[in-house]
């Protein structure tokens, strides 16, 4: 039963939402405090940019975030109000470097109007009190007493109905607020009011300003000396005080956002909704205000909000594109800009729409993300980028080795490549280039089969016919081992201080390598051909290894001999016919393993005992199809493994356990780690046809490769068979006079994300739908297209078109198209017919040939009864249908009747955003209050009115709006866990949020329930906010969440200290490793 679900963040939100500047960690230090919607993050400013402190979740959503000194403070103190009307004060705990709850408290009224603007929380500047604005004609007081702590909350009359905005002055003896509003005729004014806090009352202020710009809708207050307020309109700015009056006339514009730049407030930075920043200047003498000036900086992202940290830098905070943190330059740059943009901080909200596609055999999720001038495509998928910093075309490598000039040199300076008839030297030049280069004593003319560093300034080749050491100072041979005459080397391996190679006939040789000196110390002569070796030291001694791994062909089996006297201790047969091609011996976390890759692309691990060479555990993997080769390497001082194949894979551990995550790369033949001086903790790698040198992402974190567009993609789909994504998209044309909107159906390859066709469509005519189908009777793939026409003068769209494409030749082709009555919102393929939602009305069209043998869509039946039908899903002949208004219906389509009749609807009015089926009877479904619910077909009701009832089973409140459900996973599900029978939904929300939703059964959701309250009891939300509250189900009225579980609260479990673990798991009288292995089990479902 889909009854129970568990939903979790695979990537949490990027929307930047609220920021600001000040001394919050001590009194020394610069804080940027950025607010997410619901995530706090704290960042200190250093020299070398932002250092970040602190990430945590806020149970709630960020209304208002304002730094604030009240009187005997040394510091900062962080004001955070939330949409549900609570609010918490914030101060740094610089011990455990935390932030601790100062105050908090709720400012809900029973009765009142929420306003229609938003809320507006301000702080007096001289902190005599908190202002907020949460209810039309209510302006609610928090006064401090002279401590700085808060005093009862209290409300005061706000004869103005439509507030627009509202800030503190400063430099007024009385705390003194301006306010911005229309009136019903629609014109704006300002008026002051000063807050008589003994008489709880408004008293008319010093001055007032009537009939502003028509677009007038931000006030900024300016600091002393000079005081008064800036008035923001579209088309002018006006600077006002009791005493002075100054306005400029601008270009039109919507200023989104500003940020003071000096602490005089005669500078400041504006920013529009096409992402223009410009600086306005106050002109002053002394105090008295002469003029002001407004000049064009450059461009960004569109900002949401504007902090000026300190020496021109400042940071950028978006809601529609990536955040920025820019310099500003005092000489233009080329293009006349003075924007330098430092750094990027990636934002997929707002995901209007995304689709799952399984590209190389793994999920990934391609996003329409951004708005504006900002919108992109987003590809996330798990597992590891490479980022590659240098690359040189190479035919037929052979094997790859890095060498180091010396043993003591921390850095590599060598990087051999073999190649069939030949070895190349490649190294390091002082530009930072890789170029060729010679050692002496190394025989280039043949291939090398293997290469290593070795004790006393020494390095190591292997060749066919010998080992030579060579000084790695004056690179000339010191001495060389034969093999005997009519044998050849067929496979070597070596460490610092070993070398182990096989000859034919079953011929395994052990050499020691001593100061200028290789000694064969042991032969032996073994029943099969050897195919790998290993002897990666793994115990005490780094240098020296006590065991040697041995893969052999004809009876398919890995050995472990022990060193130096080379006798078997273990053989552990393979199985098959797929011989060992590579074997590893590793430590990762301490816990010893053998790795072995055979020639089909599986890997079999096993855990090792390093003193009785004991071989336990033994787990079988699937990586890929071609043979693999394992090599080790480090990155951030933690050892990893690398599985080079056609689905390369790094292996490492967690909590000491063996994962596995994908790399982002076509084939790779072999891989080794190149440290170098210039490209530290790289990675060298060797794909067909071609040599590169690359750094490593974090490891199983989400990866993001962003397809800038330049328009707003706002919905996706993928075509597997013509390998194309077809969106549609619009373009915002800004010319001097209007700005006009284009919409168009553009084709994009799957692999280069590049635009190959592109339709436009009608003036006003916006795409609404997208779906790739087939249709009875005909072979071909389409893509289908629902638009509707927008016109300026109609509340709802009274025509629209259904257009059918095929993509021939890589380009989009009419087929047919076919106009409605109405915005096509949603588009299914419905056993092979097309399955419409036009308006209230739910349409069947099926695929018809005309008889001059051209196609065409032929109405067959429909079903009327809904507000606006904007969501569709079904599954077999069951149609569910998401509502503007009336939530969720069941509708069925009879055959014979050729008919689609309504069977249960849920009587609840919940406005939706999104809708999915869980599974035949459980219906999930998105609204407009941040909520998830599910409801169950009752098929068993004992009556008509039961059956015809959806029951609501489950319910949550997730704080974010989502726009699409989709079935599908982010990660690899290893077939041996019973997790990868889990099912599961993805969603992608407005704050850049992607989240999973997993099915549980009800054994796993009775465990994880006990252990989420057992974690509430443990873990206090910041700001003293409640957990219980925050994930119940708010709309009119608030009821508790039931049947789902927050993952997040649940997966913050593996982050605890042990003694809190500890806690926990007395409580719930189960192991603290039971409840890690569980949780884990969990967290790989993202």
């Known amino acids: 039963m889909s009854v129970w679900n568990y939903v979790v963040t695979a990537h949490k939100p990027t929307n930047v939402t609220h920021s600001c500047v000040g001394n919050f960690t001590s009194p020394q230090e610069l804080n940027l405090i950025i607010a997410k919607c619901t995530r706090v993050e704290i960042h200190l400013l250093t020299p070398e940019g932002l250092q970040p402190l602190l990430d945590v979740p806020l149970y709630g959503r960020i209304a208002t975030l304002e730094l604030f000194r009240p009187h005997g403070e040394a510091q900062d103190l962080l004001f955070i109000a939330t949409e549900r009307y609570k609010f918490c004060v914030l101060q740094w705990d610089p011990e455990a470097s935390e932030v601790i709850t100062r105050a908090m408290g709720d400012v809900s009224d029973r009765i009142g109007r929420p306003t229609d603007n938003g809320q507006i929380g301000i702080i007096d500047p001289d902190c005599r009190l908190i202002g907020l604005h949460l209810y039309d004609s209510l302006f609610k007081v928090i006064p401090f007493d002279n401590k700085g702590q808060l005093k009862e909350a209290f409300n005061l009359r706000l004869e103005e109905l439509q507030v627009l905005d509202i800030k503190f002055l400063y430099g007024c003896p009385q705390p003194t607020i301006a306010v911005l509003y229309q009136d019903n005729k629609d014109a704006r004014h300002v008026k002051t009011y000063e807050v008589a806090l003994k008489e709880k009352d408004f008293i008319e202020g010093p001055w007032s300003q009537n009939n502003l710009d028509n677009g007038a809708d931000l006030l900024i207050p300016v600091p002393p000396p000079l005081c008064g307020v800036l008035i923001i309109g579209e088309e002018t700015i006006v600077y006002c005080s009791a005493s002075s009056f100054k306005a400029i006339s601008i270009r039109p514009s919507i200023t989104r956002a500003y940020g003071r730049v000096d602490a005089d407030g005669s500078r400041y930075l504006l920013s529009d909704f096409v992402g223009l920043l410009q600086l306005l200047v106050i002109m002053h003498e002394k105090d008295k205000v002469t003029g002001l000036k407004i000049e064009l900086l450059g461009e960004t992202s569109v900002a949401s909000t504007i902090s000026y940290l300190d020496n021109a830098v400042v940071y950028i905070g978006s809601s ?407 969106i549609c998209s619009l373009k915002y044309n800004q010319s001097n006079t209007e700005e006009t909107e284009m919409h168009f159906v553009r084709l994009l390859d799957d692999q280069t994300y590049e635009f190959i066709s592109t339709y436009a469509l009608d003036q006003y005519e916006y795409g609404c739908s997208i779906i790739s189908c087939s249709f009875s009777d005909d072979h071909n793939v389409y893509y289908c297209i629902g638009t509707a026409y927008v016109m300026p003068e109609e509340n709802e769209p009274t025509k629209g078109r259904i257009l059918v494409f095929l993509v021939e030749d890589q380009k989009l082709q009419l087929i047919t198209e076919k106009e409605t009555k109405g915005s096509v919102y949603s588009l299914n393929s419905f056993n092979g017919k097309l399955l419409t939602a036009i308006n209230q009305k739910i349409q069947l069209f099926k695929w018809t040939t005309r008889d001059d043998g051209t196609r065409e869509l032929m109405p067959e039946c429909g079903h009327h009864g809904h507000i606006l039908a904007l969501y569709v899903q079904t599954r077999g002949d069951f149609i569910v249908v998401g509502d503007l208004m009336k939530s969720i219906s069941l509708l069925i389509y009879k055959n014979e009747e050729g008919a689609i009749e309504e069977c249960a609807r849920d009587y609840n009015a919940n406005w939706m955003s999104a809708v999915e089926i869980l599974d035949d009877d459980v219906y999930l479904g998105a609204e407009n209050n941040f909520n998830l619910f599910t409801v169950r077909k009752n098929s068993e009701g004992a009556t008509d009115e039961e059956r015809s009832r959806l029951e609501v089973v489950g319910e949550y409140h997730l704080g974010e709006f989502i726009n699409r459900f989709r079935q599908g996973s982010l990660v690899m599900q290893s077939p041996d866990s019973e997790m990868g029978q889990i099912p599961t939904v993805i969603f992608g929300t407005v704050n850049g949020v992607i989240g999973i939703i997993a099915s549980l059964n009800h054994e796993q959701y009775v465990f994880f329930e006990k252990l989420q309250s057992n974690m509430r009891k443990v873990i206090k939300g910041v700001g003293g906010l409640s957990h219980e509250q925050w994930r119940s189900f708010y709309e009119k009225k608030t009821v508790d969440a039931r049947n789902f579980l927050d993952g997040d609260l649940i997966e913050s479990f593996l982050d605890l200290g042990r003694g809190r673990m500890e806690e926990i798991s007395m409580s719930m009288s189960v192991p603290v490793e039971e409840l890690m292995n569980r949780v884990e089990e969990m967290a790989r479902l993202h």
Request: hydrophobic residues 35%; charged residues 20%; glycine residues 8%.
């Open 320 to 726: 529609y594109g990536d955040s920025q943190l820019i310099k500003l330059n005092l000489q233009p740059d080329p293009k006349g800009s003075y924007v330098e943009v430092l750094e990027r901080y990636v934002n997929l909200g707002p995901i209007v729409d995304f689709c799952v596609v399984d590209l190389d055999g793994q999920g990934q999720v391609v996003t329409c993300s951004g708005a504006y001038k900002d919108g992109s495509l987003r590809i996330v998928r798990n597992g590891i980028g490479i980022n590659e910093q240098a690359s040189v075309e190479l035919q037929g490598i052979k094997g790859m080795w890095s060498l180091r000039g010396s043993s003591d040199d921390p850095y590599d300076t060598f990087l051999v490549v073999s190649f069939i008839g030949d070895t190349r030297i490649l190294a390091m030049n002082l530009e930072d280039e890789l170029e060729e280069t010679e050692i002496d004593g190394f025989c280039s003319e043949v291939q090398t089969l293997f290469c290593h560093d070795a004790v006393y300034n020494q390095l190591v080749q292997v060749t066919s016919s010998s080992v030579r050491l060579v000084s790695s100072i004056n690179r000339e041979l010191r001495h060389e081992w034969h093999a005997r005459s009519g044998y050849s080397i067929n496979v070597a391996t070596a460490n610092a201080t070993q070398v182990l190679l096989a000859t034919g006939s079953g011929h395994l040789i052990y050499l020691e390598i001593g100061d200028g000196i290789l000694t064969e110390t042991k032969h032996a002569q073994l029943e099969y051909d050897v195919s790998c070796l290993d002897l990666s030291p793994i115990g005490e001694n780094a240098k020296h290894s006590q065991l040697a791994a041995v893969g052999m062909w004809t009876d398919i089996s890995v050995q472990i001999f022990s060193l130096p006297d080379l006798n078997l201790i273990t053989k552990e047969n393979l199985g098959g016919e797929i011989i060992p091609r590579s074997v590893l011996l590793c430590s990762l976390e301490g816990v010893s393993y053998l790795l072995c890759a055979l020639g089909d692309g599986h890997l079999l691990s096993f855990l090792l005992n390093i003193n009785t060479g004991e071989l336990t555990d033994r787990k079988k993997v699937s990586l890929g199809t071609q043979p693999i080769t394992l090599r080790t390497f480090s990155s951030k001082n933690t050892t990893y493994v690398f599985a080079a194949s056609d689905r390369p894979t790094v292996i490492y551990s967690s909590n000491k356990k063996l994962l596995y995550s994908n790399v982002h790369l076509k084939e790779v033949i072999h891989m080794c780690p190149f440290n170098s001086a210039a490209f530290p903790d790289s990675l060298g790698i060797a794909k067909e046809g071609e040599l590169s040198i690359g750094t490593i992402d974090d490891i199983q974190k989400l990866h993001i490769r962003s397809i800038p567009l330049g328009e707003q993609a706002r919905r996706i789909c993928h075509q597997e068979q013509t390998r194309t994504f077809g």
